[in-house]
């Protein structure tokens, strides 16, 4: 299945802004994380507009943005 994922923010730098990737079937949003081979950190994981938690599984056409940890006040 094919996939879009987004990359907001410090994330940037670990490859395109947005990208297809090819994932098996039954993926995870920490599948699609680990195969970006981004940095291991607390990532604000969205899908399809809603926060999902890392286990959430993916269905063809998703598009996931990642959000690096913020801070602020």
Known sequence: MNI???LFASLR???PDE???A???NATVDDAVN?????HMAL????NGEHRPAHH????GD???LFPPIAGG
């Open 35 to 39: 195969i970006l081979n981004l940095p």
């Open 63 to 65: 598009e996931v943005a």
């Open 23 to 25: 994932l098996p079937e």
């Open 57 to 60: 599984p993916l269905k063809d």
């Open 19 to 21: 990208q297809i990737v």
């Open 44 to 47: 604000l994981k969205i899908v």
């Open 13 to 15: 730098k670990f490859g």
């Open 4 to 6: 879009k994922i987004k």
